[in-house]
T-cell receptor, first 116, second 109 residues
């Protein structure tokens, strides 16, 4: 199984709502990532978890709250978002090795978020 | 901290060649190349870890000049299926993968 599964595929929410994006992988990868991608722009790194611990937070506003409950799951909790947060949110995973990295990122298909 | 990619866009006829460049002002741990088609997730093409390393994948290959912190992706005898946006991704520390702005490649019959 070489899949990263993201749910939901589409999400529309108001600025006062609370929602969550979910990501799951069963490849035994111990690094998991959240990226934000706007139209015609590259994926922008938000958070990285290594061995279920937050290792990188790219100064993302606190209205985005990541969570890694176990080695297979990654959540992104959303609260009080702004219309400019509308984007495709991509989850990815990769192996963590002590030696030279093979490091391929496996991406999910993304959750397309619209904030009204 | 994002790498700089060039050109922004390329239009080719089938069978033509293209080169996409990626550079960084900082020392790099690795360089990745990904292709993203419209409405799809990015797909891994290759990773380069060592200076001077070259890798190939069918008619797509890449090189990494560690001294200059530059990588190039070479697409030879392009096919229609090569169309998409190509991103280089670079790591300075473990797992901090950041992507360049992308190169939109269009291959026409």
């Amino acid at each position: 199984d070489t899949e990263v599964t993201q749910t939901p595929k589409h999400l529309v929410m108001g600025m006062t709502n609370k929602k969550s994006l979910k990501c799951e992988q069963h490849m035994g990868h111990r690094a998991m990532y959240w990226y934000k991608q706007k139209a015609k722009k590259p994926p922008e790194l938000m958070f990285v978890y290594s061995y279920e611990k937050l290792s990188i937070n790219e100064s993302v506003p606190s209205r985005f709250s990541p969570e890694c409950p176990n080695s297979s799951l990654l959540n992104l909790h959303l609260h009080a978002l702004q219309p400019e947060d509308s984007a495709l949110y991509l989850c990815a995973s990769s192996q963590l090795e002590s030696g030279p990295r093979t490091g391929e990122l496996f991406f999910g298909e993304g959750s397309r978020l619209t904030v009204l | 901290q994002q790498p700089v990619q060039s050109p922004q866009a390329v239009i080719l006829r089938e069978g033509e060649d293209a080169v996409i460049n990626c550079s960084s002002s900082k020392a790099l741990y690795s360089v990745h190349w990904y292709r993203q088609k419209h409405g799809e997730a990015p797909v891994f093409l290759m990773i380069l870890l060592k200076g001077g390393e070259q890798k190939g994948h069918d008619k797509i290959s890449a090189s990494f000049n560690e001294k200059k912190q530059q990588s190039s992706l070479y697409l030879t005898a392009s096919q229609l299926s090569y169309s998409g946006t190509y991103f280089c991704g670079t790591e300075r520390y473990n797992n901090d993968m950041r992507f360049g702005a992308g190169t939109r490649l269009t291959v026409k019959p």
